[in-house]
């Protein structure tokens, strides 16, 4: 550390020799923080001090307790909290009394015997005349809340909701926000719900943002009726798009009031009051017009984004009524009088905002952008075109009778006619966009297709395929790699846009669909879509063994980005379906099976059948890997569990030496799952006759002679798939420990449904104290033939009885 002491910024010199202490130490600084630590308490235990040597006394035990790797935590710093709820009161300075509420935020524990003392002087603060002593008491507040002091401060907070500054005006906000987390009577009341909306008409831009965030968070929980806020918001907006008001507000504040508006537009109570949400329309386009010409494109792409989020149908009416406005010249003067002249109709919002006699399509008002060379423009125009329907812009509406892509519910036939905006060469390119090197630009341009043609797709997916096929017949040391792996990429996407479609078909999904049956199957309809469409791809490429890194990649992170839980166990299952299709397998040998192959062998002299299921290598990795990380959406139902082990299992004996480490890996984590179900899923099929009768001995069977012919880490799998079986909890105790690790934060709202990936459980596993491996614990001989069983007792070895009292193994 070589900065010098006047320019270091810190608060004293004892405070700079520990810094330069610290940061030149190389393996004892938790030495040197300790020594710290200890010489500040014996001179804080032993006299008296300042409270100017007190502030830094504070300040270096701050510093040692960020920067102590463990040794130093907060309850051993308690010794030092009497000073600082003393500091707090008694500082003759503003600065010392914020380090006395900031130690005290930091190091104090709930319910200390001290909070009593320093919620009294926060509540002294609170009635001060001093501004900064009121925004301190109201920032310990937001940062400590406490049961006791709610009371006692309540009404005062909301007096100081109508003070003059605006500082404290916010900090009051957010005080009672803080509040209102640890009392639910707070944001019952009227007056306090009344003073948040009123501060929405705030002329203070800090004020607007901070009613805005709150009144938002607790309408999404509950606690404020998203109809009080449609006609402050809707005031709000037209006080951006007046010239005369617009000045005080910063683009911050209008991106602010825009996704709020968007927010509003997305609540389905609120669909009855579309009209009257309608009439910011205009104040939108203006608002775009502005930002068009100070190339603001943030405001750009959020009024884009506000006006995809109304019905097409109150768009285009919109649009189609300014365009059948005659234009007309006037001078400057005029249309300024024009303009100041104008109302909105239908609210109660008097207020004049300016408008103009000619009006312009919004996508003519960012054309340019698609000509530009800057690669960001470019960008920019293709997010805004895609978040309009097609209706809109592409000539399309009372001349068919198809449906809006964007609303399924809502009849073209109803939408005025509106001519198309973009010229044919604006048109190709567009349609050019496909071969961008951007991967954003590409998949914005898929997006676009998708909602004006599918079709077009559909020849685009078909060309990519036949290409895919070609470079499958040439000899791979004549073969262009990248030009491979770029065309594969480009398929990949061109899936992913024809079966599961972009995020806003999610929503078309799920919200627009009437009751969950159908919900369900769509979500198995386009997983259907997306398996098949994945077969097509893999099969063009050629040879079935070899594993394309890049699928595997694609189907992970595809399946990783969904959202809903019913679409991601569809495309599981789905996938599962396409790689190994349910067939009777004979995977249990009863005692009925052993005699009918005794007499079968002493009849039939044909050769053995060796011939062995052939899987798709591609296909079934991402299988694998994608059932050892969602395990835990099976893990419901113990009739699933045991459905998956049977398809494991079957799998573990057909598939070829590469695949079997990941195939027995994701067996051990289904064998985890061998446990009382927490809940159940009536829906989901009974077991077949097939995998009821599956037994415990038909899996270690499998295992033995795969064991038998793999060594090395092969048989370490096998050892720990069998001490699993044994023990489900070993593995389990495992996983939830790396679940603590991974996610700290969120074990008080998450239950332990650990989603670990392949290689994770594989390192998890890794950790197990492995039992010493008996070469035979079930008293067989290695060189027992594996398709001949010992004979076993007739149900004896099931993996799981159906009953009321599912039994372990």
Not at 505 to 532: M, Y
Not at 552 to 561: A, G, I, K, P
Not at 777 to 793: L, R, V, Y
Request: charged fraction near 25%; hydrophobic fraction near 35%.
């Amino acid at each position: 550390m070589d900065v010098p002491y006047n320019k270091s910024g810190a608060s004293s010199r004892a405070h700079y020799q520990v810094v330069r202490n610290v940061e030149n130490a190389t393996d004892n600084v938790e030495e040197i923080l300790l020594k710290e630590v200890d010489r500040i308490k014996q001179r804080i235990v032993q006299k008296m001090v300042s409270t100017s040597d007190l502030r830094k006394d504070l300040i270096i035990l701050l510093y040692c307790l960020n920067s102590s790797g463990g040794s130093i935590s907060p309850p051993s710093l308690a010794f030092a909290l009497p000073s600082a709820v003393h500091l707090a009161e008694a500082g003759t300075k503003v600065s010392e009394r914020w380090i006395g509420h900031l130690f005290c935020s930091e190091v104090m524990p709930k319910g200390n015997e001290l909070e009593l003392m320093l919620v009294n002087t926060i509540r002294k603060d609170l009635y001060s005349s001093s501004l900064s002593r009121i925004a301190l008491a109201l920032e310990s507040l937001i940062t400590s809340p406490s049961v006791h002091i709610i009371s006692s401060v309540y009404e005062r907070c909301l007096e100081l909701l109508a003070h003059p500054s605006v500082r404290l005006k916010v900090l009051s906000m957010h005080a009672l926000y803080s509040l209102s987390h640890i009392s639910p009577e707070i944001p019952r009341n009227g007056r306090f719900k009344n003073l948040i909306i009123k501060r929405l008409s705030d002329g203070e831009e800090t004020v607007v943002r901070a009613a805005l965030k709150i009144g938002k968070e607790l309408a999404e929980k509950g606690k404020l009726a998203w109809d009080n806020m449609i006609p402050p918001s809707i005031s709000l907006l037209l006080r951006l798009a007046d010239k005369t008001t617009a000045k005080q507000y910063s683009s911050a504040c209008v991106l602010t009031v825009l996704k709020f508006l968007i927010k509003l537009l997305s609540v389905k109570e609120l669909e009855p009051r579309l009209d009257e949400l309608s009439n910011v329309l205009p104040s939108v386009m203006i608002i775009l017009r502005r930002a068009v010409k100070h190339e603001k494109q943030s405001i750009i792409l959020e009024s884009f984004c506000l006006l995809g989020a109304f019905p097409p149908s109150i768009v285009a009416k919109y649009i189609a009524d300014k365009k059948s406005i005659p234009s007309e010249t006037a001078t400057p003067s005029e249309d300024a009088s024009k303009s100041s002249e104008n109302k909105l109709e239908n609210t109660e919002i008097n207020l004049r905002i300016p408008t103009r006699s000619s009006f312009v399509h919004p996508v003519a008002l960012i054309r340019h952008f698609l000509s530009s060379r800057v690669v960001n423009d470019h960008y920019l125009f293709l997010s805004c075109l895609s978040q309009l329907d097609p209706i809109l812009w592409a000539g399309m509406g009372q001349t068919t009778q198809e449906q809006s892509s964007f609303n399924p519910h809502e009849s073209n036939a109803n939408i005025p006619l509106i001519e198309p905006v973009l010229d044919q060469w604006e048109v190709e390119r567009v349609l050019g966009s496909l071969e961008s090197d951007d991967e954003g630009i590409r998949k914005l341009t898929l997006r676009i297709l998708g909602t004006l043609e599918p079709a077009l797709l559909e020849g685009c997916f078909e060309r990519s395929l036949h290409i895919l096929q070609t470079f499958s017949d040439v000899q791979p040391e004549k073969m262009n790699k990248r030009a491979r792996q770029a065309t594969l990429v480009r398929t990949l996407e061109l899936v992913y846009a024809l079966s599961l479609g972009d995020p806003r078909d999610k929503d078309i999904r799920t919200n627009k669909g009437k009751g969950k049956g159908k919900e369900k199957a769509s979500s198995a309809d386009s997983a259907s879509e997306f398996t098949r469409r994945l077969r097509q791809v893999t099969e063009g490429l050629g040879s079935q063994e070899r594993v394309e890194k890049t699928i595997v990649d694609f189907v992970l992170n595809t399946v990783r980005e969904e959202d809903q839980t019913d679409l991601q166990r569809s495309c599981i299952l789905e996938l599962l379906s396409t790689v190994d299709p349910p067939e009777p397998v004979d995977l249990d040998t009863s005692d009925t099976n052993n005699r009918d192959k005794n007499k079968k062998s002493n009849t039939d002299t044909s050769p053995p059948d060796t011939n062995k299921k052939k899987y798709n290598a591609t296909l079934l990795l991402a299988l694998l890997a994608l059932l050892c990380e969602f395990a835990f959406l099976f893990s419901g139902s113990q009739d699933e569990v045991v459905r998956f082990l049977y398809r494991l299992t079957s799998i573990l004996k057909n598939c070829s030496a590469s695949m079997q480490e990941p195939t027995i890996l994701c067996l051990t984590r289904f064998a985890a799952l061998l446990s009382p179900p927490q809940h159940s899923r009536p829906s989901q099929p009974p077991l077949t006759a097939q995998e009821s009768s599956f037994k415990r001995k038909s899996l270690l069977n499998i295992l033995k002679k795969v064991k038998k012919k793999q060594k090395g880490l092969i048989s370490k799998r096998c050892i720990q798939l069998k001490t699993v079986l044994k023990e489900p909890a070993s593995v389990n105790v495992l996983l939830k420990v790396q679940g603590q690790n991974r996610n700290r934060d969120q074990l008080q709202t998450q239950p332990i449904s650990i989603s670990v990936s392949l290689p994770e459980f594989a390192l998890t596993l890794d950790q197990m104290i492995l039992p010493d491996d008996d070469a035979d614990e079930d008293g067989d001989s290695d060189t027992q033939p594996f398709d001949e069983e010992e004979e076993e007792e007739e149900g004896g070895d099931l993996f799981y009885t159906p009953s009321s009292d599912p039994r372990l193994i």
